[in-house]
């Protein structure tokens, strides 16, 4: 079992920057992935960017492609976003994720454990 905290959501103006942060308790075993992703009201939650444990390799969504930047601390199982250059279409409830993932490293089916979301709002 992997239990997730995350924190650093809160209200910004557009051009803003934020910096959320998600550590993780539990048995590391249980992911090989930590990813975060979004749901917007009357929206499907979707991916915006993931990391693999071991390779610290990352991956973004389209929508956050030289915006976002996702980082790790292995040694305190924490992953971070920072998200620059905020649009108010960034506005979401942003929830971290882990689990065992194969290709397909955005998709919401592939993570396992979740957790309650911080809030990021963006006024224009």
């Known amino acids: 079992y992997v239990q997730l905290v995350e924190s650093g959501g809160g209200s910004v103006q557009a051009g803003g920057s934020l910096r959320l942060s998600c550590i993780a308790s539990g048995s590391s075993a249980a992911y090989n992935y930590m990813g975060w992703f979004r749901q917007a009201p009357g929206k499907e939650r979707e991916g915006v960017a993931a990391i693999g444990t071991s390779s610290d390799s990352p991956t973004y969504a389209d929508s956050a492609k030289g915006r976002f930047t996702i980082s790790q601390d292995n040694a305190k199982k924490t992953v971070y976003l920072q998200m620059n250059r905020l649009e108010p279409e960034d506005t979401a409830m942003y929830y971290c994720?882990?689990?065992?993932?194969?290709?397909?490293?955005?998709?919401?089916?592939?993570?396992?454990?979740w957790g309650l979301g911080t809030q990021v709002t963006v006024s224009s």
């Open positions: 994720a882990v689990g065992l993932v194969g290709q397909s490293v955005l998709d919401v089916d592939e993570y396992t454990y």
